[in-house]
């Protein structure tokens, strides 16, 4: 089976297992407790994320450096700002000046 072959089916899978979950949760009422959890998921999900990319480089953690910094910065806008948008434009330029200028 060839790799685009492969890509295409993955990806087919994974629209049909979305699908799925909203086709059986359509014109249903979810309860309140299952509504409260998921408007938490992508709250845990981004961290999740965040914190892999940031001590993994692929299959070793990753070495101090400047993910270290734009993490820290992007930490310090975070708490400051309370804003997603500034959050990540901070960390995304931080971790461009700090691959730039690291040795």
Same mark, same amino acid.
């Given at each position: 089976m060839s790799f685009t072959v492969e890509v295409l089916l993955a990806a087919l899978g994974?629209?049909?297992?979305?699908?799925?979950v909203i086709a059986l949760a359509a014109g249903r009422e979810l309860p309140e407790r299952l509504r409260n959890t998921l408007r938490l998921i992508p709250a845990a999900? $981004?961290?999740?994320?965040?914190?892999?990319?940031?001590?993994?480089?692929?299959?070793s953690v990753r070495p101090l450096g400047p993910w270290y910094v734009a993490f820290a910065l992007a930490?310090?806008?975070?708490?400051?700002?309370?804003?997603?948008?500034?959050? $990540?434009?901070?960390?995304m330029v931080a971790v461009w000046v700090a691959t730039a200028v690291w040795p």
């Open positions: 994974t629209y049909l297992m979305r699908v799925s999900v $981004l961290p999740a994320l965040v914190a892999n990319a940031l001590v993994f480089d692929g299959s930490l310090l806008v975070s708490i400051r700002t309370r804003s997603i948008g500034w959050t $990540l434009g901070a960390g």
